[in-house]
Structures are given as structure tokens and as C-alpha cells.
């Protein structure tokens, strides 16, 4: 699988928003469905969004639903993560993959899925 990047973080305050972008190198994902993963120091990475190749439907980790809309870019083979209301625990590096949602919030990279460096997201009090 093609390795994508991650775009877009920063450093913002408390109830701050930021927008993620992740785009493949130049070719399309095969109409996978990609998701959006952090990670924080000695933790284990979490999925926390995941949409489809059409866009049509997302489903979201509930620690940042309400909160996070990822949408599809078809024309620049992208896919992107608007977070709003951000706070402390949003402190993290976040990554995109291709994904796959189990249900009940739970999302996992698809096997063999190959992770970029991530953008870091640090979120102030």
C-alpha cells in the first residue's frame, strides 16, 4: 500500500480548532476507506475516524465524536480531519490510514497498512 502524509498541525489553545489534511503519493488508495489514528507517547495509537472512498459515510472513536468531521477531497486523493473544540487530551501525533470500522467506535488500520510520519497536534490549557 502507498504511504500517505499528514499535514497540519500545530500548536493551539484549549477549545481551538486545527485542520488535518492526509494525501496519498499520487495514485489512489484502490477505494479504500482511510482513517485518521493518534498516538501519544507510550500509549497505543487510536483510530478515531474513518471514512469512505465515497465520503458517503464516516464513523468516529467516541472520545472525539461530536467534536471531529473527517471529509473526502477526491480531487486531490485526499482525506481530511476538521477538529474543533480541541482540548489537553488531544495532545497527540496524528496519522492517516487506510481503516477499517468494526462498529461501537472501534476503528483499526487495514493489515498491512503503512504509516507516515504524522503531524503533531499539541493542544494548550
Known amino acids: 500500500q502507498e504511504q500517505v502524509r499528514e499535514s497540519g498541525g500545530g500548536l493551539v489553545q484549549t477549545g481551538g480548532s486545527l485542520r488535518l489534511s492526509c494525501t496519498g503519493p499520487?495514485?489512489?488508495?484502490?477505494?479504500?476507506?482511510l482513517g485518521w489514528f493518534r498516538q501519544v507517547p507510550g500509549k497505543e495509537r487510536e483510530g478515531i475516524a474513518c471514512?469512505?472512498?465515497?465520503?458517503?459515510?464516516?464513523w468516529y472513536a467516541d472520545s472525539v465524536k461530536g467534536r471531529f468531521t473527517a471529509s473526502r477531497v477526491q480531487a486531490a486523493n485526499a482525506v481530511d480531519l476538521q477538529m474543533n473544540s480541541l482540548n489537553v487530551n488531544d495532545t497527540a501525533t496524528y496519522y492517516c490510514?487506510?481503516?477499517?470500522?468494526?462498529?461501537?467506535?472501534?476503528?483499526?488500520?487495514?493489515?498491512?497498512?503503512?504509516w507516515g510520519q504524522g503531524t503533531q497536534v499539541t493542544v494548550s490549557s
Open positions: 499520487g495514485r489512489n488508495f484502490g477505494e479504500s476507506a
Open positions: 471514512i469512505t472512498w465515497s465520503g458517503n459515510t464516516a
Open positions: 490510514a487506510p481503516c477499517i470500522a468494526l462498529g461501537g467506535g472501534l476503528i483499526l488500520p487495514s493489515s498491512g497498512a503503512k
